[in-house]
Structures are given as C-alpha cells and as structure tokens.
T-cell receptor, first 114, second 114 residues
Framework: AQSVTQLDSHVSVSEGTPVLLRCNYS??????LFWYVQHPNKGLQLLLK??????LVKGINGFEAEFKKSETSFHLTKPSAHMSDAAEYFC????????????FGTGTSLTVIP | ETGVTQTPRHLVMGMTNKKSLKCEQH?????MYWYKQSAKKPLELMFV???????ENNSVPSRFSPECPNSSHLFLHLHTLQPEDSALYLC?????????????FGSGTRLTVV
C-alpha cells in the first residue's frame, strides 16, 4: 500500500529565509514523487517530479527536492522565500509500475512573513 | 492558464437542482480525471477516463454522474446533492494513464450546496 505524510500542516517563514516542507512516503515499489502548489482560488500546479532519475530534482520558482530512499523522504526546499510563495503545497506519491492513481498528502500551508 | 479550463468557477445550487460542471483541455491528453477537494482532507479521486472510457469510479454516489464525449471534454452532472457535497471540484488531465507524466489541473469549480 502507498501513502504519503506531510509532517507539518502549516509552516511560517520570514521573507528571504529558507523554506523546508517535509514529506515522507510509504511504498512497496520504487515510487514516482511529485510536489504541487495551489495558490488561493487556483488549481494545482506541478512544481517538480522525481521519476527514478537524479535524486536531487530542481523545479520551478527556485524550489528543489531530494529523494532519499533510505529515509523514505522527499522534502521540498527553497533557499530564500518570496512573498509569492505563500500557498498550499501537496506532496504526491504514485507507483509507476502499476500505473495507479496519485496519493495526495493533506497539504502544508506556507505563510511568508514580510 | 494551465491548458485545462473549468466552468463555472463558482456554483451555488439547491439540493433539488440539476447542474453540470464542465472541463475542457486542448493539450492532446488522453486521460482525464475528476477530484474532490474538501477542507482539511486529502484530494479524493472520483472518476478516471482514458480514451473516453471510464476506467475508475471510486465508489462515488450516483448523484454524481460523469460524461466524457471525447478526449478533450469531461462533464460532471449533479443532481439532488447534499450540503456535504460542497467542495472544490478539480479536473485534471495527463498524456496517458501512467503517472510519471504528472497531471495538469484546472482551477476548479467551487460548489456550494444550500
């Protein structure tokens, strides 16, 4: 069975400081992993994805995530937060071998303080 | 815009009404999805269509009736809904049913049942 846990429901950072959004997964197979961002009243936008290539994945808007199989983690980071980063972030896991559905985490709300 | 367009953006309906949600994509994708996003809950997959054929129905009540006339259009017909059906309904598409490509989401329809 697959599941994904976002360890923080809410994260607050000051503008210009680093961002860390944590995600752990459980999967019986080598997973595909994704981070999506949702701004208010918008749909979900793909930030980045890991699909068994390089373990450090770079995404849009300066975000990146590192796949650590030994820790079953896929944490999202950004060196310097911008006000426009304030949004809801979703970690998603899927099993590419069976083509099954996505499993979404419950989301982390990021607040950026001026 | 992501390339997946949902209309209307907002909908308020009574429990005895019949209404429809529309989703349209011209990305050349062959798979389309309906998701329900309720507050404080993970996204719930409702229906999956692949090449116009329904491939998944996640035990969705019959008061939700999907329709996929072609690979570019997806509808969700609503009738005799309950207040607990109030949520953001998201449509998504992907090139194929394999998750390694990720999904492209629309901006959603905010549904309120009164």
């Amino acid at each position: 069975a697959q599941s994904v846990t976002q360890l923080d429901s809410h994260v607050s950072v000051s503008e210009g400081t680093p961002v860390l959004l944590r995600c752990n997964y459980s999967s019986s197979y080598s997973p595909s992993l994704f981070w999506y961002v949702q701004h208010p009243n918008k749909g979900l936008q793909l930030l980045l994805k890991y699909t068994s290539a390089a373990t450090l994945v770079k995404g849009i808007n300066g975000f990146e995530a590192e796949f650590k199989k030994s820790e079953t983690s896929f944490h999202l980071t950004k060196p310097s937060a911008h006000m426009s980063d304030a949004a809801e972030y979703f970690c998603v896991v899927s099993d590419p071998n069976t083509g099954n559905q996505f499993y979404f985490g419950t989301g982390t709300s990021l607040t950026v303080i001026p | 815009e992501t390339g997946v367009t949902q209309t209307p953006r907002h909908l308020v309906m009574g429990m005895t009404n019949k209404k429809s949600l529309k989703c349209e994509q011209h990305l050349g994708h062959n798979a389309m999805y309906w998701y329900k996003q309720s507050a404080k809950k993970p996204l719930e997959l409702m229906f999956v269509y692949n090449f116009k054929e329904q491939t998944e129905n996640n035990s969705v009540p019959s008061r939700f009736s999907p329709e996929c006339p072609n690979s570019s259009h997806l509808f969700l017909h609503l009738h005799t809904l309950q207040p607990e059906d109030s949520a953001l309904y998201l449509c998504a598409s992907s090139p194929s049913r394999r998750p390694r490509y990720g999904y492209t989401f629309g901006s959603g329809t905010r549904l309120t049942v009164v």
